[in-house]
């Protein structure tokens, strides 16, 4: 088996170390790819620094033809890029190539996202000694920047990187999940093939513990982060002179209104819930439930989530794969054990074979399990009944995390009152948690993160704004 390069300072390269891919599914060894050393980082590093000073005056019509390009070439390898995603993080080949699509469409978005941020013109003649001035207002790259990335979306967020770090004309050293590097490679290939300069972007397939440089490296001027809140924030300390933004977890609830579409709820729930086997940060964990409709609610979900088929990523029926590893695997049974030793009602689902677990239901959890309070990243939802709106906002709030919420309503004054209430970076009305546009500004509160993603707001966590104020008359 050829050993896959990594991309570091404009090459291609091999090194003396290598490392395995494997299948979660099967523990089958999927590839091998080169680990860059130190000196590779070191040269990796440099480049971007060096680069950064003609690539931030790259013109836009320059970088926009590559975001098109880009997004040209992930919907031409939609097959090869979807097949690569279900090998190496074990995610159904239906839905691998629903990231895949969503890629190609984040890149079109990019070039118009690219060609609508421009400036301001200030009006600064607000008092007397300013008469004759004008404003202007720009924002500039803040520089070559590093971003890691989880496992859960090897493709998507990756390109949720690159295509901003293109349009703000910065440079990126990025460090992928050791889980799966393989998608980043093949979005690299395609980046260097839409035009962008080698140079501008590095890839590093290194493990957390080899990846310190890219973290405290002063010629590094910002981290974009997207994993776990405990990794994430532990990073933010170590820079907290650098710009960062983290994109971490959560553990999403959706509000199931008496007045609710209830069979519709129930189908975007079970979507919501164990796509991926539950494996995103904004998974449908918490589902909340009016008490008039609880069992009709109960009635139709259930069914739908027994009928999910689990098994191997690559059967196109497969709804839900494995987990990431077999540890992750042993900690949810061990959570939905604990959850019923504590008087919770295992509805239905939570066996295993290997890392593959059976999509359960939980109800009567109390709301100190694990199940309910951390971030389960797991095909396993928790129902819960409420009488009171209110009380169904505050359980919503009853969380460390706060990422997105749904909230099944016709009712808009409700709709709005959650929009005010809920502790999180974006309310999905008459939707699950789950749903994201790829444009939206999306990141959470509390623990779940700071700072936003989606192009356009992605440009302004790697941009800062400079004023250029004119005296007219001189
Ligand atoms: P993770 O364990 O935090 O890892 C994320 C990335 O950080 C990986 O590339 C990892 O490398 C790297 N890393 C770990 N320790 C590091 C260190 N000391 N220095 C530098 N890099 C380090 O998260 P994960 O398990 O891959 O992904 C799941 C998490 O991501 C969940 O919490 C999920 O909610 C969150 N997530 C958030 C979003 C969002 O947009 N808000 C989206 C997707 C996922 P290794 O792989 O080598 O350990």
């Not at 040269?43 to 970088?63: H, M, N, T």
């Not at 199940?371 to 009488?387: Q, R, S």
């Not at 995390?401 to 808009?412: E, H, I, K, S, Y």
Request: charge should be negative; charged fraction near 25%.
């Amino acid at each position: 088996m050829e050993i896959k390069k990594f991309l570091a300072a404009g090459k291609w390269c091999s090194s003396r170390r290598s490392f395995e891919i494997k299948n979660p599914f099967n523990g089958e060894i999927v590839d091998h790819v080169h680990k860059p050393s130190a000196d590779d980082v070191e040269r990796a590093i440099a480049a971007a620094d060096k680069a950064f000073d003609s690539w931030r005056k790259a013109p836009l019509y320059e970088r926009s033809a590559i975001l098109m390009k880009a997004a040209g070439l992930v919907a031409e390898r939609r097959e090869t890029l979807a097949k690569t995603i279900a090998l190496e993080a074990g995610k159904p080949i239906k839905t691998a190539r629903g990231e895949v699509d969503r890629t190609a469409g984040l890149f079109v978005d990019a070039v118009a996202a690219v060609r609508g941020f421009s400036g301001e013109l200030l009006p600064v003649d607000i008092n007397p000694t300013a008469e004759g001035r004008k404003g202007i207002v720009k924002r500039f790259p803040i520089g070559p920047l590093s971003a890691i990335t989880p496992f859960n979306f090897p493709l998507m967020l990756v390109a949720h990187k690159f295509a901003p770090a293109v349009g703000a004309g910065c440079t990126l050293v990025h460090k992928p999940a050791s889980a799966t590097p393989l998608s980043s490679l093949l979005l690299a290939e395609i980046m260097i093939e839409a035009g962008t300069p080698a140079e501008v972007i590095s890839v590093l397939p290194l493990s957390g513990d080899d990846a310190a440089a890219l973290v405290d490296d002063p010629r590094l001027k910002g981290l974009t982060f997207t994993g776990s809140a405990a990794v994430g924030w532990g990073l933010k300390a170590r820079v907290f002179r650098k710009r960062v933004s983290l994109e971490l977890g959560g553990n999403a609830a959706a509000v199931v209104h008496e007045d609710a579409d209830v069979d519709y709820a129930a189908e975007r729930c079970v979507a919501g819930g164990y796509a991926y086997a539950g494996q995103s940060c904004i998974s449908t964990q918490r589902i909340i439930v009016h008490e008039k409709v609880y069992d009709d609610f109960l009635a139709a979900f259930i069914p739908q989530v027994e009928a999910l088929k689990a098994g191997d990523p690559l059967d196109e029926e497969t709804d839900v794969g494995p987990v990431i590893t077999p540890g992750d695997a042993d900690r949810i049974s061990r959570w939905i054990l604990e959850a019923k030793n504590s008087g919770a009602n295992l509805v239905c689902g939570g066996e295993r074979e290997g890392s593959v677990i059976r999509p359960a239901v939980l109800e009567k959890v109390a709301h100190s399990a694990n199940v309910w309070k951390k971030e389960a990243f797991a095909p396993l939802t928790v129902i819960e009944k409420y009488g009171e709106f209110e009380d169904a906002l505050r359980m919503v709030n009853d969380s460390d995390f706060g990422l997105q919420a749904g909230v099944f309503t016709r009712d808009v004054e409700r709709i709005w009152q959650a929009y005010e209430e809920l502790e999180v970076g974006g309310v999905i009305a008459g939707d699950m948690p789950t749903f994201r546009a790829d444009n939206q500004p999306y990141g959470g509160v509390k623990d779940s993160g700071f700072g936003r993603e989606g192009v356009r707001w992605a440009m302004e966590e790697m941009t800062e704004p400079k004023a250029l104020i004119i005296n007219i008359r001189r």
